[in-house]
């Protein structure tokens, strides 16, 4: 259910339901994870790229799972979000590597708010973002209701997800919600360079620069400026800063070993 190749230091991952327009059973999730989990865990991966199958991104959580019309006691969903949507999303926030995300068709429901945890999102033009939660009687989970708000304030968030309007790829980057709209036929290849280009980068300067970002959000400024001296005298000391000051001296190209 996903797909996952290691190319010089990428690990593209691709979420592979596409009858289903890649949406989350299961077995989906716990792939996901696992691959995310592995990211973490393996110095040679320095980047990851998650993009889907087929002419979807991710729908979100599959619905056909849980027919109502089956009877039953009523589902503890907060046990589906404690189990598989927020474990994953903790571990691509926390993950000390870029991660991007190539949206390759529509992205609704958590399958919108995974690709908004991601640290830069490139969207076809035709791929549209549909907050479906409230067509359903749900709520924006995967942390939508928390990166929509960031990102865009209030009075976006709350239209968009009360409305489940779906919003097209070209305005969500104007909006600033996700980083470019792209033609279809150029998004993979341009994601597949950044992503390989951020993979031979200094991994180590580009963990601590994700990790202070996010901190951003919650620091005051004092608080923050001493977070910046503390990394700062931490990216002072790694190999790939040597590297970068050599050979910017040398006039020739750093060779970044992310470390
Ligand atoms: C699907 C799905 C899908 C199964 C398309 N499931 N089959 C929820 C509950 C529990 C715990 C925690 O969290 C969550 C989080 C959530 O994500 S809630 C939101 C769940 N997602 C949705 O409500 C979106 C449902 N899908 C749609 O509204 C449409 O499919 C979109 C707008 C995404 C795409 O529309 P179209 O391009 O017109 O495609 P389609 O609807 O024809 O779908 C193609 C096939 O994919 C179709 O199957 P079929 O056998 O008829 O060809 C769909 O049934 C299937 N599919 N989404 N989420």
């Not at 390759?104 to 490139?122: M, P, R, S, Y």
């Not at 097209?168 to 360079?193: N, Q, V, Y």
């Not at 001296?249 to 992310?258: D, N, V």
Request: with cysteine; aromatic share 6%.
């Amino acid at each position: 259910t996903v797909l996952a190749e290691l190319d010089s230091g990428v690990l593209k991952l691709t979420l592979n339901r596409p009858e289903k327009l890649n949406s989350f059973n299961e077995e989906m999730h716990l792939a996901l994870r696992a691959q995310v989990q592995r990211a973490h865990d393996e110095d040679a991966i320095r980047a990851v790229l998650l993009t889907g199958a087929g002419r979807g991104f991710c729908a979100g959580q599959d619905l056909g799972d849980r027919d109502p019309r089956k009877g039953g006691p009523k589902p503890d969903l907060g046990h589906t979000i404690e189990t598989f949507y927020n474990p994953t999303l903790r571990l691509i926030r926390a993950l000390e590597k870029p991660v991007i995300c190539a949206v390759n068709g529509v992205a609704a429901g958590a399958g919108a708010n995974i690709a908004f945890a991601c640290d830069i999102v490139l969207a076809a033009k035709s791929a549209k973002f549909i907050q479906a939660f409230s067509k359903i009687g749900l709520i924006p989970d995967a942390g939508g209701s928390w990166s929509l708000t960031r990102i865009l304030g209030e009075p976006r968030a709350k239209a968009l997800t009360l409305t489940a309007e779906p919003l097209m790829a070209e305005t969500a980057a104007d909006w600033g919600l996700i980083w470019k709209a792209l033609d279809d036929e150029a998004l993979i290849p341009e994601a597949e360079a950044l992503a390989a280009k951020l993979a031979a980068g200094p991994t180590l300067g580009l963990g601590l620069t994700k990790r202070l970002i996010h901190e951003a959000a919650t620091n005051d400024l004092d608080t923050h400026l001493d977070r910046e001296r503390d990394c700062q005298r931490e990216a002072g000391r790694s190999d790939d800063y040597a590297e970068g000051v050599t050979a910017f001296l040398e006039k020739r190209p750093a060779s970044f070993r992310g470390k």
